[in-house]
């Protein structure tokens, strides 16, 4: 049956965020049997039209208001009427964060009877914490969103992680896990793709290629991988590529200087091309995420179209994913057993082949297969 469909995030391009790549995926596979409305901030009618130009994603930009910490903007729906609109007209509504549009889908679902869905995705006590380092404001912040999550009807992660994550925030309704995907595959120009990043960053010698995709902040427990491969420098042979920027950029560069790795380390930087970003893909050997911040990283997935295995911390909710030595590898958060676990990997080819291809098999997931799996769940939720 054709519903019409409401989406929000919070935040949007040029914002990067993994919230934003799972409402642009949502948006496109509903769209092919429903109405589908994806609600995003609005960054000023310049930026907006740049950005749709670029993503090529059809959005409603709501009215917004800059917010002085971390770039962020604050919506103000109940002044768009647009937005009004569209809201008398929906059969469900779906947030997929839980500030300005995810309290407004809330009490528009109650007051047309309709019913409300928000998708939990990000620890937000830990970055509330990071933006504000204040107690008193993080609390107060937590009890706003947690007001939004609590008024909605039904709940949904994107894994066991979050899930648990939402229980320590006192959350105690019912929890529906949605694992993440990814929009990623092999390209045709595969070996072109390869030809050129190896003679871009000089790769083409390097026999072990590790990479990390991602922001460059504290949160992603970087260090960990750096204090690992210092360790490693005298056994092994490898370049590690840091895809990606973000404000502890100048702090890791310093760190690799200091232990004596920089010649091994290549930063980068940002890289928009989606479809150049698999060239990074397909020339590494082992990808490196040692974060136990994210409850669901989408890189790990990216990966895995491209065979290439994982790397993570052992009990973090991404490594929820993966089969320890059998479709990837989680290892404590010990730079000794990472060092030790980096060089088993590499140094035995025929072990590492087998992984690459249950990490093909059993951790790849399309966007198209979350987004039927969703769509299964709204009827569920309509039929009631």
């Given at each position: ?73 604050n919506c103000m729906p109940g002044l768009d009427g647009a937005l009004r609109q569209r809201a008398k007209q929906a059969d469900l509504f779906h947030a997929h964060s839980p500030f300005a549009l995810g309290n407004y889908f809330a009490d528009a679902a109650k ?273 009631k």
């Amino acid at each position: 049956m054709k519903k019409n469909i409401l989406l929000a995030v919070d935040a949007w391009y040029p914002q990067m965020g993994g919230p934003n790549v799972v409402v642009a995926n949502y948006l496109k596979y509903l769209s092919e049997n429903n109405e589908v409305t994806a609600c995003v901030p609005s960054y000023g009618k310049r930026t907006d039209g740049a950005v749709d130009a670029e993503t090529g994603v059809p959005v409603m930009h709501v009215r917004s208001v800059y917010i002085p910490i971390g770039g962020f903007r604050n919506c103000m729906p109940g002044l768009d009427g647009a937005l009004r609109q569209r809201a008398k007209q929906a059969d469900l509504f779906h947030a997929h964060s839980p500030f300005a549009l995810g309290n407004y889908f809330a009490d528009a679902a109650k007051k047309y009877g309709k019913p409300s869905v928000l998708t939990f995705h990000t620890k937000f006590k830990d970055e509330f914490m990071r933006y504000t380092r204040s107690k008193v404001c993080t609390a107060i912040m937590m009890s706003r969103i947690m007001g939004v999550i609590n008024k909605t009807q039904y709940v949904w992660t994107v894994s066991n992680g979050a899930a648990q994550t939402l229980r320590e925030y006192g959350y105690k309704g019912d929890i529906t896990v949605i694992r993440n995907g990814t929009d990623m595959s092999v390209p045709e120009d595969a070996p072109s793709l390869l030809e050129q990043v190896n003679k871009k960053y000089g790769l083409g010698d390097e026999e072990n290629v590790l990479l990390f995709v991602g922001r460059v902040v504290q949160t992603k427990n970087l260090a960990l991988a750096f204090r690992a491969l210092k360790l490693l420098k005298p056994r092994l042979s490898f370049k590690f590529v840091v895809v990606g920027d973000g404000e502890g950029m100048k702090s890791y560069k310093a760190m690799c200087e200091e232990l004596g790795i920089a010649d091994r380390v290549l930063f980068v930087g940002e890289v928009t091309d989606r479809h150049f970003l698999k060239a990074f893909y397909l020339r590494a050997d082992l990808f490196v995420f040692p974060s136990q911040f994210d409850t669901a990283s989408l890189c790990p997935i990216e990966a895995a179209a491209f065979g290439l295995p994982t790397l993570l911390v052992q009990d973090s909710p991404t490594s929820e994913i993966i089969k320890d030595g059998f479709s990837g590898y989680a290892v404590p958060d010990d730079e000794n057993e990472w060092a030790e676990r980096i060089y088993a990997a590499l140094s035995d080819r025929p072990a590492l082949s087998a992984v690459r291809e249950n990490c093909r098999r059993y951790v790849y997931r399309s966007w198209k297969d979350v987004v039927e799996e969703a769509e299964r769940k709204y009827e569920e939720i309509l039929g009631k």
